[in-house]
């Protein structure tokens, strides 16, 4: 058998997927619940190699069509999802959920609105998309290079302030904004039915989070503490890493923060500058993928946001 007959052989193996400009096919889907599916990104920065797919792309079947919970990188990968999508259900997608106004999670949005799906995301987040939509799709194509075909900025038809509900027939689902988090309009996934919670943003597991220049870590902790007093979740989708249980979620997002925030504390009231809160020893927490790349950084950040509250 010569390459090109391998290579058509190749084809039609099962679990063979085919590309298009590099992207799969298809992703790598999850199992969640009997109506709820994940496709798990990379606990890593989004890279050329892993396509801008370093978050959870969720969905959510209902009697009514399928809800999506984020749009994806770019158009090629959201694509990549769709078809992943069809292979469980003939069922079309109703409503693109956006978690918050981040690249990964609203590029995507240029594939679903060619499908003609509403887009549905957070005020605060449409107003971050509006101003830096570009900029996040010129950084995007600069990694992604050719993958980056198809896309463009678009922006989500559907805002709320605080929740939002969808009556999908057999089942309802909730999107609730608790309150500043890790990016502008953080918002989370509720279905009671299925006590299932998709947290977004708000909620890392396996991976170390990230604080932003902008992220209010105070905040983060509160809307944190309202999601888990208002919601009682069986099964978690985190924003990034494996579904697992919210004490693990809380350990890993909340228990960081309140750790790294109390220890940024405790080097103002005794003086220390900048230099004392890189140095702030954060190992219990290297086990979680990313940690080399952003335990110092967060540090710095965090210290540099509460300095202002001492002096």
Known sequence: MGLKDLFFALLILPGFVAASGGVPEKLKLTTVTDRAYSAIGATAPGTYENHGHNNNLSFIITEKGVVVFNGGDNYLLAKAFHNSIRSITEKDVKYVVNENAQGHSMLGNSYWRD????????????????HQGDAKLASMKRRNKEKAEGTYVAVPDIGFDTQH????????????????????GDIALWVPEEKLLITGDLGFHQRLLA???????????????????????????????EPTTIDVVTEETRGYLVFLRNAVIEILEQGGGLDDAYNIDQSQWSYLDTFEELAGKNAGRV???????YF
Do not use: C
């Open 211 to 241: 604080v932003f220049e902008d992220t209010e870590t105070g905040a983060w902790v509160e809307s944190f503490d309202k999601m888990t007093a208002q919601l009682d979740p069986e099964i978690v989708i985190p924003g990034h890493g």
């Open 115 to 130: 499908q003609g799906v509403p887009i549905i995301a957070q005020n605060e987040a449409i107003r971050e998309f509006e």
């Open 165 to 184: 509900d969808l009556n999908m027939g057999d089942v309802q689902i909730q999107l609730h904004y608790f309150g500043p988090g890790h990016s502008p």
């Open 303 to 309: 210290y540099q946001d509460l300095e202002f509250e």
